[in-house]
């Protein structure tokens, strides 16, 4: 038995320690915006190099309270890619304004920033890149695409914390970045929490005013903003974690390279080509003459990825089969994501023009499957893993 994630491996050995912080919070009881969020969010803010650092109320809040800060209106349009999780396009959505989906690369599942050159109309006010699966996109031609037509950024980098493009870090190369402590997420919390950063001053102070309903003072509101606090318990339970982030990252990244060179030697395994980035096509031909079942994920040379995930993508419509047998050996397993945004039925009623061309996201939705990757997986449950891929093979 292999669970495809097991929070409690990671939190249990910390039990002392977090009844210890809960302990402090109880005799203080400053539950709301109290010293330890401050100390969470100093923390955030030196690990990822950020200016500044704000404590949410989750991932999808920070996405929401970033586009309200840059003032996003009904009727604009913002890129992001459709291949995401929901939240990404959801945010854009309850603001009035119209995700508009672009296609990703076959090789990271990120945003092409070819397809989105494309899809850019006077319209288009804002550009969501998602860091997926714990790899950044290829910010720098979406940076330049961005200051080109004058586009706002907003890095998704939910499932990214402490990635690296090109040594940047993932959420400070845009005017935001946001992160989730979902728990499921590399920093994962004990329930809901996120966190916006921007090197930007007056968006900081904007979007700190937006975080308590628009008031400064308290009660004298120069705006509608909401209440996308994150609780001081949260903050404080999370400061026991933070510390040990590294750790956590170097063993995810221990059991991918380990699953990479086991599994890369089995017949029908092959790695996926760098040299076919935002080339599906290309790809697609490449796997045919090798007679590939199984593409592994892998990660580009200036990328420090961070494997919230490990993605296979398996060939030929065999996707489920493998799944089946998976499950019947008793290896977690998951799909992410069996149904691409452009195609959700909530979305049917945008402008076609908003969900066209997004061939790539639609193939990979069908061939996607994600298996454990947890940094505590032990020697013996990743060879587990392993064998059973081989047995299906
Ligand atoms: C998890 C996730 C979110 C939302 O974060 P929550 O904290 O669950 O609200 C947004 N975008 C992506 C890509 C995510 O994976």
């Not at 990404?88 to 092409?112: E, H, K, M, Q």
């Not at 990214?160 to 959420?171: D, E, L, P, T, V």
């Not at 982030?245 to 996926?272: C, F, H, M, W």
């Amino acid at each position: 038995m292999v669970p495809l994630l097991d929070v409690n491996a990671q939190n249990h050995p910390l039990e002392s320690e977090l009844q210890a912080a809960f302990t402090e919070v109880l005799k203080h009881g400053r539950f709301i915006m109290g010293p330890e969020m401050e100390t969470f969010e100093k923390e955030i803010a030196t690990m990822t190099g950020a200016k500044h650092a704000l404590s949410v109320s989750s991932g999808t809040d920070a996405l929401l309270l970033a586009l309200m800060a840059l003032n996003i209106q009904p009727g604009d349009e913002v890129l992001c890619p459709a291949f995401t999780f929901f939240a990404t396009a959801g945010a854009v959505s309850r603001l009035g304004a119209v995700p508009v989906f672009t296609d990703i690369c076959p090789i990271c599942f990120n945003l092409d920033v070819n397809d989105a050159r494309k899809k850019i109309t006077a319209k288009t006010k804002a550009i969501i890149p998602v860091h997926l699966f714990g790899q950044c996109a290829d910010m720098d031609p979406i940076l330049a695409l961005a200051t080109e037509h004058g586009l706002k950024v907003v890095e998704d980098a939910a499932q990214s914390i402490g990635a690296a493009y090109k040594g940047r870090q993932s959420g400070t190369m845009g005017h935001f970045g946001t992160y989730s402590f979902f728990p499921s997420k590399n920093l994962g919390g004990f329930g809901d929490g996120g966190m916006l950063v921007t090197n930007d001053d007056e968006l900081a102070e904007f979007a700190r005013v937006l975080r308590v309903h628009g008031s400064k003072p308290k009660y004298y509101h120069h705006y509608v903003g909401g209440n996308f606090r994150m609780d001081t318990l949260q903050c404080a339970l999370l400061s026991v974690k933070v510390k040990r982030y590294a750790q956590y990252t170097a063993d995810r990244q221990r059991n991918a390279a380990n699953y990479t060179e086991a599994l890369s030697k089995l017949p029908g395994i092959v790695l996926a080509d760098p040299a076919h980035c935002k080339c599906a096509s290309a790809q697609n031909e490449a796997l045919a003459a090798q007679g590939a079942k199984i593409v592994l994920p892998v990660a580009y040379g200036h990328n420090s990825h961070i494997w919230n995930q490990f993605t296979l993508r398996v060939l030929g419509g065999k996707r489920d089969s493998l799944r089946d047998h998976l499950v019947a050996k008793k290896i977690g397993c998951d799909i992410y994501y069996p149904v691409t945004l452009d195609q959700q039925q909530c979305f049917a009623n945008l402008p076609a023009a908003s969900r066209s061309g997004c061939e790539v996201a639609h193939q990979l939705a069908q061939e996607v499957l994600s298996i454990p990757i947890y940094g505590e997986l032990s020697e013996a449950q990743r060879e587990e893993v392993i064998a059973a891929i081989a047995e299906w093979l």
